[in-house]
T-cell receptor, first 111, second 111 residues
Framework: DVKVTQSSRYLVKRTGEKVFLECVQD?????MFWYRQDPGLGLRLIYF???????EKGDIPEGYSVSREKKERFSLILESASTNQTSMYLC??????????FGPGTRLTVL | RKEVEQDPGPFNVPEGATVAFNCTYS??????FFWYRQDCRKEPKLLMS???SGNEDGRFTAQLNRASQYISLLIRDSKLSDSATYLC????????????FGTGTRLKVLA
């Protein structure tokens, strides 16, 4: 069974803090994704990575960066958190097929 | 026009009813189509892929209409456990795994 884990289920941070969200998958998948999900807007792609150290911007990369130093781990970084980054963050991975396996999500609140 | 559009619902149906959702997409060259299910405060999970010829999985039937650019999901004999949000997902032909998610259709099956 594919397992995608995320470092925190709930996180509360203050404006201006640097925030790290980590995602780990155990199925040797090449592709990993970070989305945010907001009511009425659905899931929007922030960044994805198709290999170690490779990344590509999604639709809303501003204010975020990513790191993929190992195949199983994909980190999302909020350089200076702002209140409009309060959201649900979902990590996903895919292998050879197109099925995306999601982690349980991190609900981030920025005060 | 949004790239992927769904009626947000909610669709309130009695147990045992048949219910159908549609999802329209704007890019006529889109290649892959999926339905995901998302329970409240949980991550999305693949329900089924949608094939050109249509496909069925138990009580669930998915169809693709390329001419009119929509996909549909039919649920027969609805169960209480079918209550969830159903997300339509489209993969445009860019080859970069930039899946596009609809905002979801909420289904409530009532006893």
């Amino acid at each position: 069974d594919v397992k995608v884990t995320q470092s925190s289920r709930y996180l509360v941070k203050r404006t201006g803090e640097k925030v790290f969200l980590e995602c780990v998958q155990d199925m040797d998948h090449e592709n990993m994704f970070w989305y945010r999900q907001d009511p009425g807007l659905g899931l929007r792609l922030i960044y994805f990575s198709y290999d170690v150290k490779m990344k590509e911007k999604g639709d809303i990369p501003e204010g975020y960066s990513v790191s993929r130093e190992k195949k199983e781990r994909f980190s999302l970084i909020l350089e200076s958190a702002s209140t409009n980054q309060t959201s649900m963050y979902l990590c996903a991975s895919t292998g050879g097929g197109e099925t995306q396996y999601f982690g349980p999500g991190t609900r981030l609140t920025v005060l | 026009r949004k790239e992927v559009e769904q009626d947000p619902g909610p669709f309130n149906v009695p147990e045992g009813a048949t219910v159908a959702f549609n999802c329209t997409y704007s890019n006529s060259a889109s290649q892959s189509f999926f339905w995901y299910r998302q329970d409240c405060r949980k991550e999305p999970k693949l329900l089924m892929s949608v094939y050109s010829s249509g496909n069925e999985d138990g009580r669930f039937t998915a169809q693709l209409n390329r001419a009119s650019q929509y996909i549909s999901l039919l649920i027969r004999d609805s169960k209480l456990s079918d209550s969830a949000t159903y997300l339509c997902v489209v993969n445009p032909p860019s080859g970069t795994y930039k899946y596009i998610f609809g905002t979801g259709t909420r289904l409530k099956v009532l006893a």
